[in-house]
C-alpha cells in the first residue's frame, strides 16, 4: 500500500508539471478580439528517463527511501501477525476450564425427576442412557441421550421415548460455560450460560426458556450443576418467576457406567 501511494505521488507531480509548462502558456496566447482559433493541443505523456551516474545522490536517497518503507511495513505486518498468534492462543484454544469435561466423558445412567404439574403434583419420572464425548480437540462436550419418559394420555400414564442432544463448552472470550440443547419433545433450542465456583466441581447456569404449554415466553431459570463425586453428577433446574421452596422443575442425578 505504501508503494502505491509514493507511486502515485509521483505519477501525480508529473502530471502538473506538464500541464502548467505546455498547455497553460499556448491557452495564454490568444488575445482579446483575435477570432483565429490556437492550432489544437496535442498531450502527450511525458518522457521519462532514467537517472544516470551523474546524480548518484538519486540513487541513494531513492535506495533509501524505499528499503525504508519496506522495512517499516514488514515490521507491521510482524507485530500484526504476533498479536494474531496471541489472541489465538488465548481464545482459540482449550484450556483449564475445558478439561474439566474429561470427567464426563464415557456413558451415564441418568434419572429424570420432573415437576410438571407443580411441586405439590406426583412428579414424571424419565430413565435414559447418556454418552458424553469430547470433540474439537477437548474444545467441546458432546452428549446424546436416548431413553423413555412419562407421558398422561387418557387418564393415563404411558411410556414414550425421548432422545436428546446438546453441546458443551467454555468461551475462552465471554469466560463462561455455554451449553445448548435439543430433543423430540419439542421444536425449541435451549440455551443458557453458566460460571463455575471456586471448586471446580458447581457451575450454575441462566437461560431463558418457552413454555408451549402455558404459552409463557422467555422464562427465568435457573440450572446447578454439581459434581458430587468421581461417580455422581445431579443438574437440578429452577423456575425463577416462582417462590423459593416450590421453584424446583426436575432434578436429574446422572451415575457412571462401570
Known sequence: MRFRTLACGFALGAATALVSTQVVPRLATKTAGDTTEPPPVTLSAPVVRLPTNSDPMFYHESAALITTVALTQKAEDDADR??????????????????????????????????????????????TVVSNKLIFGGRFLETRMRGTTQME?????????????????YDNFKKKYVQFWIDNGGTGVYYSEGTVDESGKVVTYFATVD????????????????IVDEDTVTLVMYDLTMPPGKDRVFEERSTRRK
Open 82 to 127: 504476533a498479536d494474531f498468534m496471541q489472541k489465538w492462543k488465548r481464545f482459540a484454544l482449550p484450556g483449564e476450564y475445558h478439561d474439566r469435561f474429561e470427567h464426563y466423558a464415557g456413558q451415564w445412567d441418568t434419572t429424570f425427576t420432573m415437576w410438571i404439574e407443580g411441586p405439590d403434583k406426583p412428579p414424571v419420572i424419565s430413565k
Open 211 to 226: 413454555e408451549w404449554q402455558s404459552g409463557e415466553r422467555d422464562k427465568p431459570c435457573k440450572m446447578v450443576e454439581t
Open 153 to 169: 394420555f387418557n387418564g393415563e400414564r404411558i411410556e414414550v421415548p425421548i432422545e436428546g442432544i446438546g453441546y458443551r463448552g
